[in-house]
């Protein structure tokens, strides 16, 4: 199996910068993407960015480009988000995600709040 497990959210005002970081561990194959989600009160959960294992290709979603960033260091299957220019909108609790041969898995999530 797969364990992922997220860190680094929190509190941060309005125009602020965070980061997140998530550590994938189990049976993790070479060829997979990871990336992180978020679901905010009331709202479905919506995809921020992802980033292949191989040859490092990144997705972001139009509501995040310009100020997350995602990167992964595939030797320690781990992932990090780092957000900037946050707005009270951003406020969710951020996941990560894991694919690989046609599985999907998560991590708990970690809060992020971001006061105005």
């Known amino acids: 199996q797969v364990r992922l497990v997220e860190s680094g959210g929190g509190l941060v005002q309005a125009g602020g910068s965070l980061g997140l970081s998530c550590a994938a561990s189990?049976?993790?194959?070479?060829?997979?993407?990871m990336g992180w989600y978020r679901q905010a009160p009331g709202k479905q959960r919506e995809f921020l960015a992802s980033?292949?294992?191989?040859?490092?290709?990144?997705k972001y979603a139009d509501s995040v480009k310009g100020r997350f960033t995602i990167s992964s260091r595939s030797a320690k299957n781990t992932v990090s988000l780092q957000m900037n220019s946050l707005k009270p909108d951003d406020t969710a609790v951020y996941y990560c995600?894991?694919?690989?041969?046609?599985?999907?898995?998560w991590g708990q999530g970690t809060q992020v709040t971001v006061s105005s």
């Open positions: 995600n894991l694919v690989q041969i046609g599985r999907e898995f």
């Open positions: 189990g049976s993790i194959f070479v060829d997979n993407a």
């Open positions: 980033i292949t294992s191989s040859g490092g290709r990144t």
